[in-house]
């Protein structure tokens, strides 16, 4: 059973910083699509990163330059690093994962997601 848990979210100022983790278990990092998204009340769901098997970042074009993905093969865990923070980016954020290719991770389409983390940028 994949299980995906969240941690690093909380509140920072305009310009500030954050580094969201995800501990993935039931899964092994390496031979999964793994990813981000986030999303506010009334607002659709927004993919912000994934990472595939084969290493294939893709970025939504909001956060190029800003957030940067990465994951931890030995620890089965993904990182999102996010700096320079907008208003913008306040949303809950999800870590999420999927197993299938054919284009689903560039697409950030995923079948499971943790509970997510909350994150608050204020100006």
């Known amino acids: 059973q994949v299980q995906l848990v969240e941690s690093g979210g909380g509140s920072v100022e305009v310009g500030g910083s954050l580094r969201l983790s995800c501990a993935a278990s039931?899964?092994?990092?390496?031979?999964?699509?793994l990813g981000w998204f986030r999303q506010t009340p009334g607002k659709e769901r927004e993919g912000v990163a994934s990472?595939?098997?084969?290493?294939?970042?893709t970025y939504a074009d909001s956060v190029k330059g800003r957030f940067t993905i990465s994951q931890d093969n030995a620890k089965n865990t993904l990182y999102l690093q996010m700096n320079n923070l907008k208003p913008e980016d306040t949303a809950e954020y999800y870590c999420?994962?999927?197993?299938?290719?054919?284009?689903?991770?560039?697409?950030?389409?995923?079948?499971?997601w943790g509970q997510g983390t909350q994150v608050f940028v204020s100006s």
């Open positions: 999420a994962a999927d197993p299938s290719r054919a284009g689903r991770c560039r697409a950030m389409l995923f079948v499971h």
């Open positions: 039931g899964l092994k990092a390496n031979n999964y699509c």
């Open positions: 990472i595939d098997y084969d290493g294939e970042i």
